[in-house]
């Protein structure tokens, strides 16, 4: 008999909360596995009051008895990885990187940023990390993977040959060519860290599951975000749903256990593109000021709004969610009224579902009544009547219950039904 993977995935546009669950999960699990994504990630999380900022290295680091598992459908930055390597000082042994994991080099970021410029008005609002030119190569088949930096000069040889056959794009980007002494340098670099950390991490996760060891998966950004399910094309070039970790890991969705899905109390979203239960006004102000929601990664003043219980819907039927952990229940303490998306009026017709376009999406609101106080509270009886009559009334909207409430940053502040 082997083991099943629970997973944990966003369902919003990122910044759910996940790295505070996946910490809390990750003390009773033995390995935690990144599946998509790069460093446009940003997880933070609070233990005993001290702040961890991760990107692409899985939140099971901070578990000092935790495995980590970096899967094959992440793009890998060396440089950045390396970077957040070195807030630790005990790896060894419990970190793995797949071999089959793309890799994401300066220039990628390059042309990212050039790109987004390029669109002016119309620009994504990416992290400028170079993700979709990344995840770009890949598909494409251009791409280079982990397991090359193990012969620096052949793979140099490679990145050369792609800098010539995209000659002209590099030269109107203003890209230079990187000359090849310092390009194998620059891979050398990378290899003495990173090599011992490279492996076959799919034979290792079918290992581990038939050993039933219990396995973590770790979504990183939203089911909005997905690049086919979320408001493309404001989206991130990866499959940030629960399906993406069966191709970003290697595993079969039979080794797929319990799903939780992750949600906040309220909604947020980074960069452009459509957000129909955005508030623009005083509230908006209000639960990003009550909420911290400057994004961890680029420091951007994150866009606020109200719960959408059409996009929760969507996102729990395509995930498979089992549980919610609906998070930063505090940020809505003191507000007198508070408001969730129940469906879309779109050209005049009411829609209660996710569409093609949410562009011109208007929100259908739904009133519920405030409560004075929810932060630090750690057993469901204990919350305000009103706070217990939203929770129940979203798990009624959404169809599926919240299992975890979660009413501060800290590990401790969190409610288990
Ligand atoms: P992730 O990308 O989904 O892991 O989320 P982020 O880390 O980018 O953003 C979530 C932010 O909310 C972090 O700063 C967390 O410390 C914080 N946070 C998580 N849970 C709670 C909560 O219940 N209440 C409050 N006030 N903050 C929380
Ligand atoms: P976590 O894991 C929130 C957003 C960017 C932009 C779009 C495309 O912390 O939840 P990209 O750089 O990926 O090409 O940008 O996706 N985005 C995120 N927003 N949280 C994230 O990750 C995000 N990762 C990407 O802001 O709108
Ligand atoms: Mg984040």
Redesign the pocket.
């Known amino acids: 008999m082997s083991s099943k993977a629970d997973l944990i995935v966003?369902l919003q546009w990122?910044?759910?909360?996940?790295?505070?669950?996946?910490d809390h999960l990750a003390q009773t699990h033995d390995f935690v596995c990144r599946f998509a994504g790069g460093h446009n990630?940003?997880?933070?999380?609070?233990v005993e009051g001290k702040?961890y900022?991760?990107h692409l290295i899985p939140?099971g680091v901070l578990n000092p008895k935790g495995k980590n598992i970096v899967g094959n459908g992440v793009v890998l930055s060396p440089v950045n990885f390396i970077k957040e390597m070195s807030q630790f000082d005990d790896l060894e042994g419990r970190l793995f990187i797949s071999d089959k994991a793309h890799l994401l080099l300066p220039y990628h970021a390059l042309i990212d940023q050039a790109k987004e410029r390029l669109k002016g008005d119309k620009a994504i609002g990416t992290t400028g990390k170079g993700i979709g030119p990344a995840y770009g190569d890949k598909i494409a088949r251009v791409g280079h993977r982990v397991g090359e930096l193990l012969d620096c000069e052949k793979l140099a040889s490679k990145i050369i040959d792609y800098f010539e056959q995209n000659h002209s794009i590099f030269e109107v980007m203003e890209i230079e060519t990187p000359k090849k002494d310092e390009l194998v340098a620059e891979l050398e670099g990378y290899k003495k860290v990173l090599a011992p950390y490279i492996t076959d991490t799919t034979q290792l996760l079918w290992r581990v599951l038939n050993e039933d060891k219990k396995v973590l998966l770790e979504g990183?950004?939203?089911t909005m975000l997905d690049i086919d399910h979320g408001t493309y094309p404001f989206v991130t070039s990866s499959t940030t749903v629960s399906a993406g970790a069966c191709s970003g890991l290697g595993i079969n969705p039979k080794d797929i256990g319990r799903v939780t899905g992750?949600a906040?109390a309220y909604c947020t979203r980074v960069g452009n593109g459509p957000f129909p239960s955005e508030d623009l006004g005083s509230d908006g102000e209000r639960l990003r000021k009550?909420?911290?929601?400057f994004?961890?990664?680029t420091g951007r003043p994150r866009r606020c709004g109200w719960f959408d219980a059409v996009a929760l819907r969507h996102a729990v039927r395509i995930n498979g969610v089992d549980q919610i952990a609906l998070?930063?229940?505090?940020?809505l303490d003191g507000f007198e009224e508070i408001k969730v998306c129940v469906a879309y009026e779109i050209n005049g017709k009411r829609i209660d579902y996710v569409p093609y376009d949410l562009e011109d999406a208007k929100p259908i609101y739904k009133s519920f009544k405030g409560w004075n106080k929810t932060?630090g509270v750690r057993d469901f009886d204990e919350l305000p009547q009103n706070a217990k009559d939203y929770i129940v009334a979203l798990e009624e909207m959404v169809s599926c219950k919240m299992g975890i409430?979660?009413?501060?940053?800290d590990r401790e502040?969190?409610i288990i039904r």
């Open positions: 966003g990122g910044d759910e909360g996940k790295g505070k669950i996946v990630a940003g997880h933070t999380i609070v702040k900022a991760l939140s990183a950004q939203g992750i906040k009550n909420g911290h929601e994004g961890t990664t998070m930063k229940l505090d940020v932060e409430v979660s009413t501060s940053p502040d969190t």
